[in-house]
């Protein structure tokens, strides 16, 4: 059993602690992002079942199948032509200016917000709020562990893939 921290003792270590905190989140939210960015691109293309709000994906119409044919592409590829919506997929994190940090995973295409949310003419086919709800436990368990890892005096590093976060 360790010798009881003295009231002066006890306020460095939880300073240290808070320190080290604060120092592993960007790490941490990177980590956690890749993640989300990894499920949203493999989601281009393949369909997603329903997940929580997000509903299923619906088929393509057969005249879209036939077009998409018709132009080189798969029939049956939701979202996927040329690639440059998957490719899109990007992760930023930011300082929030409160001690924290921010982490967001979206895209700058116009299509992906007529995708995602769906049109007058076009079903939403989530894949970024979709992926972030099929991740959601890999992400707690990968930001817990860098929480756990802080309290108890380790290095908050992670293995999981970081992806290309940009800020």
Do not use: K, N
């Not at 890749?34 to 057969?62: C, K, N, Q, S």
């Amino acid at each position: 059993m360790s010798a009881p921290l003295s009231i002066a003792a006890a306020i460095a270590r939880l300073g240290a602690m808070a320190a080290a905190a604060r120092a592993a989140q960007g790490p941490a939210m990177a980590r956690a992002c890749a993640m989300v960015r990894r499920e949203a691109r493999d989601a281009i293309g393949h369909g997603e079942e329903a997940h929580g709000p997000f509903p299923a994906w619906p088929t393509l119409a057969a005249a879209t199948q036939t077009q998409r044919a018709r132009e080189g592409f798969a029939p049956d590829a939701p979202l996927l032509r040329s690639g440059a919506l998957r490719d899109s997929i990007a992760v930023a994190i930011t300082d929030s200016g409160r001690g924290m940090v921010e982490g967001v995973v979206g895209s700058t295409s116009e299509i992906a917000v007529y995708q995602e949310l769906g049109t007058a003419r076009i079903p939403p086919r989530s894949f970024l709020g979709a992926s972030a709800l099929l991740v959601a436990d890999e992400v707690a368990g990968e930001l817990g562990r860098g929480v756990a890892a802080v309290l108890a005096g380790r290095p908050a590093s992670g293995g999981a893939d970081q992806g290309e976060p940009v800020a």
